[in-house]
């Protein structure tokens, strides 16, 4: 069963703008994850934030965590052509060993 | 430093027909995976190992059989192909030993069954 589902499905935006995608999750987790897809590629590992954590940044992204909505969000600022990829959460849930990975949200970035 | 490796990269089968899955990292990794990918889906556990010598089922196990070689190496085995096995598989792995750690994936194997 999916565990977090992003929103919107699908993205298109203006190079320099900024991108922001969403992922609400069901049950208590351990973590969440951000992984990039790359067009026929593998999955690229983004950022992880803990359940204890509201916040992370890393380079042009950052990403909250709000537990008590079971939700969290991914914002990519000025983007680039280069940022055109799906993007998927990945959740781990408290007491599973298992990731649970939503059906992803396919960005556009038009140059 | 290759990260994870998967071999082959595409691969049409019969139904049926068998094949095996090769998939080695050279991280050190102790734990590594399997995925499969549909259109439109996120990606689903086939199998795990969380340690060398340990396998562990995932969402999916049903016509699957894995084989965790070595520290380095973990197959996976379709005895019998199905049309419903058509997907593509990831492998990747981990360096501790549990699954909700940050994982690195492989490039992926596209598989057709026919």
């Known amino acids: 069963s999916q565990q977090g589902e992003e929103d919107p499905q699908a993205l298109s935006i203006q190079e320099g703008e900024n991108a922001t995608m969403n992922c609400s999750y069901k049950?208590?987790?351990?973590?969440l994850q951000w992984y990039r897809q790359n067009s026929g590629r593998g999955l690229v590992h983004l950022i992880l934030?803990?359940?204890?954590?509201r916040e992370k940044h890393s380079g042009r992204l950052r990403v909250t965590l709000d537990t008590s909505k079971k939700s969290s969000s991914l914002l990519i600022t000025a983007s680039r052509a280069a940022d055109t990829a799906s993007y998927f959460c990945?959740?781990?849930?408290?007491?599973?060993?298992?990731?649970?990975f939503g059906k992803g949200t396919k960005l556009s970035v038009i140059p | 430093n290759a990260g994870v490796t998967q071999t082959p990269k595409f691969q049409v089968l019969k139904t049926g027909q068998s094949m095996t899955l090769q998939c080695a990292q050279d991280m050190n990794h102790n734990s590594m995976y399997w995925y499969r990918q549909d259109p439109g889906m996120g990606l689903r556990l086939i199998y795990y190992?969380?340690?060398?010598?340990?396998?562990d089922k995932g969402e999916v196990p049903n016509g699957y059989n894995v084989s965790r070689l070595n520290k380095r190496e973990f197959s996976l085995r379709l005895e019998s192909a199905a049309p419903s096995q058509t997907s593509v598989y990831f492998c990747?792995?981990?360096?501790?030993?549990?699954?909700?750690?940050?994982?690195?994936f492989g490039p992926g194997t596209r598989l057709l069954v026919l």
């Open positions: 190992s969380a340690s060398e010598g340990t396998t």
């Open positions: 990747a792995s981990s360096s501790g030993t549990q699954v909700r750690e940050t994982q690195y």
């Open positions: 934030i803990r359940s204890n954590e």
């Open positions: 990945a959740t781990a849930r408290a007491g599973s060993y298992q990731l649970t």
């Open positions: 049950t208590s987790i351990n973590n």
